[in-house]
């Protein structure tokens, strides 16, 4: 159920004001003259809303802005390695010759762009004017096969779109790696034609590097999924985070309001964001409004 108007939740701990209390302020302080609006002097931004799926393909509704020229829009890719027994054999029939002297970043983009823009056709059906993009990560093992396949930085693309783009990689097939394995990272970006009409905006920098920030705890709030899974507790769950950040980008206070779902759950989340580390923001201080959600059902976005 979510709060009330007259509840909050603060750093994952809930308070409440009564509704008695409301009705007498109304009483008494009915003749005070209204206070003027409060003028923020700092760096205020909005990141969208951020789903938290147990199947690891987590996303945002909406993408950030650009940023600065290069700037990354997904976070570093962890280090892997693969699982203890994964096979040293290799067929030689699941090995494409290379003729053209092409990297295995440069075949992978090239054997995955017609699938891709498959993937990407079918959920237009859907929904005709997603645009969007994500990073597809392929793990590959000791024979040259993909053991397993991740996404990042993904947004407005639908699940389903990004779900099938990841089976469509782990069909593909490599030489063995020498070191046994390989991390192959595979960005792909849909626009329109014509390019995107919005123009840069104050902060631009700073929000593209806010999103980046929010996704790198996403580990992090999949164990409180986990654990919420574990426990055999409820495991969707969301809240609308205003976090107040200092001079040196570190998180000094959160509240949630409003917000529904797995009290514990989202206590957890409200855990995890403390740990958010922004870039200093300008004019010494900052705010951040986002909205995390866990698990949320099909058909809700």
């Known amino acids: 159920m979510a709060a009330t108007a007259a509840e909050q939740v603060t750093l994952g701990v809930r308070t409440s004001t009564s509704i008695a209390a409301l009705a007498l302020c109304a009483a008494s302080c009915g003749s005070e003259p209204p206070k003027p609006p409060q003028v923020f002097h700092g760096t205020s931004i909005e990141i969208a809303d951020f789903e938290v799926n147990g199947d690891g393909i987590d996303r945002f509704a909406s993408c950030p802005p650009p940023g600065d020229l290069g700037q990354e829009w997904f976070p570093p890719v962890p280090d892997w390695s693969p699982p203890p027994g994964a096979k040293n054999d290799t067929d030689p029939a699941d090995v494409k010759p290379n003729l053209t002297g092409q990297t295995a970043t440069e075949r992978a983009i090239e054997d995955t762009r017609a699938a891709f823009r498959s993937c990407y056709h079918r959920g237009l059906v859907r929904d005709p004017t997603q645009f969007g993009h994500v990073a597809i990560v392929l793990r590959i093992g000791p024979n040259g096969r993909v053991l397993q396949t991740e996404s990042y930085g993904a947004c407005e693309l639908q699940k389903e779109v990004v779900a099938c783009m990841r089976g469509d990689a782990k069909a593909l097939r490599f030489s063995p790696p020498p070191s046994g394995k390989d991390t192959i990272v595979i960005p792909v970006v849909f626009a329109p034609r014509g390019g995107t009409a919005n123009g840069p905006s104050p902060n631009d920098a700073y929000t593209a590097a806010a999103y980046v920030a929010l996704e790198s705890l996403a580990p992090q709030l ?50 995890v964001m403390q740990k958010l580390k922004l870039p200093p923001p300008a004019g010494g201080k900052g705010k951040v409004l986002t909205r995390v959600t866990f698990n949320p059902r099909a058909g809700t976005r």
């Open 222 to 271: 999949h164990e409180c999924d986990k654990q919420a899974r574990a426990e055999g507790r409820d495991v969707e769950a969301f809240g609308v985070f205003d976090l107040t950040v200092d001079e040196r980008g570190n998180v000094t206070g959160a509240n949630i309001d409003p917000w529904g779902g797995d009290k514990d759950l989202l206590a957890c989340g409200a855990e």
